[in-house]
């Protein structure tokens, strides 16, 4: 095992410049699938290399559910024993843990929430509500029948949420931009995308960079969609300027929207340019490229080093194990 074991806490650092120079270079359909799978696979091989510090650093403390086997002298030179690095591990894996698990039931509250405010409203498509405050969401599908049949849950595709303050504020081109554009949301499941990268984020805190990176490419994968369903990049320009100046976002901060929280300026200046080529990887004699295959090759020793370690772990576990 040795120092290799520890690499998967650092190795989030390799996939730093891709985080910004996809944003800049790559479809934002390809930018946001790679980077999420990034942020994934980084973040379960340095929770693996937190439980794997653990498990060994605490292995020859008292009290600890290990065989009596590892306190062996053949074990204790077989794996990187360091009680202090063990203890901190803990309390991080602990944190890490805590973090995953109040994110995912947060989201799961704001969703509920979300599909109780609609209970009472015809399951359409599009979500209408009578609000003075102009906002716009796209709300997945998961809600479930309340307890007096009246069903929150809306179409199985999702819903399109928007308050009567925001249409009226936007000319009809305008609202069929702002529908194309949440309906791309509902369609590829950004929310998963988003959950996704939160928790990855959590996991590592070096992932955050991937976090904010992928939260601004949703919104454009979004954004040219809806520009090639309405035909018009301006029109979706407009429509996302007029919707940042009049809301603050959306009152659900895990949902995607067409006026969410970023660097709107730039979503902007994007529709306002030609749009982006489609490319499934970067070309490799490119800065984008180039720090793609980097924080392509850091993954992999990071999966390669997560597993190895484990596999390693298993085996001496196994020979300390008295049959």
């Not at 992932?207 to 035909?231: C, H, K, N, S």
């Not at 970067?282 to 993954?299: E, L, N, S």
């Amino acid at each position: 095992m040795g120092v290799f074991v520890f690499l998967p806490l650092i190795l989030p650092l390799t996939a730093w410049p891709v985080a910004r120079l996809a944003e800049q270079h790559l479809h934002p359909r390809t930018a946001t699938r790679l980077l999420t799978v990034l942020a994934v696979v980084l973040s379960l091989c340095s929770t693996v290399c937190l439980a794997l510090v653990m498990v060994v650093g605490t292995a020859q403390l008292p009290g600890n559910p290990l065989p009596d086997g590892w306190s062996d002298a053949e074990v204790r030179a077989a794996v990187p024993y360091d009680e202090v690095v063990g203890k901190a591990a803990i309390p991080a894996l602990c944190a890490v843990v805590v973090a995953c698990v109040r994110t995912v039931r947060r989201h799961g509250r704001v969703r509920r929430q979300a599909h109780r405010a609609l209970a009472g409203l015809r399951e359409t498509e599009v979500a209408v509500l009578p609000d003075a405050v102009p906002y716009a969401y796209a709300l997945p599908p998961g809600g479930r029948r309340t307890g007096g049949g009246v069903s929150s849950a809306g179409t199985g595709r999702g819903r399109v949420v928007v308050t009567t303050a925001l249409l009226d504020r936007l000319r009809p081109a305008e609202r069929r931009a702002l529908f194309a554009h949440e309906r791309a949301h509902l369609a590829a499941r950004h929310d998963r995308y988003l959950l996704a990268v939160q928790l990855a984020a959590r996991a590592n805190p070096f992932l955050r960079p991937l976090r904010t990176a992928v939260a601004y490419t949703a919104e454009r994968w979004a954004d040219e969609e809806a520009a090639r369903v309405i035909g018009s990049r301006r029109t979706v320009a407009r429509a996302i300027g007029t919707a940042a100046l009049v809301s603050r976002g959306t009152p659900l901060p895990t949902l995607a929207g067409l006026a969410a929280p970023g660097p709107v300026p730039r979503r902007v200046a994007a529709l306002l340019g030609p749009a982006p080529a489609v490319r499934p990887w970067p070309p490799a004699f490119t800065a984008v490229g180039a720090a793609a295959w980097g924080a392509a090759a850091g993954t992999a020793i990071s999966a390669m080093s997560s597993a190895n370690s484990a596999v390693t772990m298993v085996l001496i576990l196994h020979a300390a194990t008295p049959l």
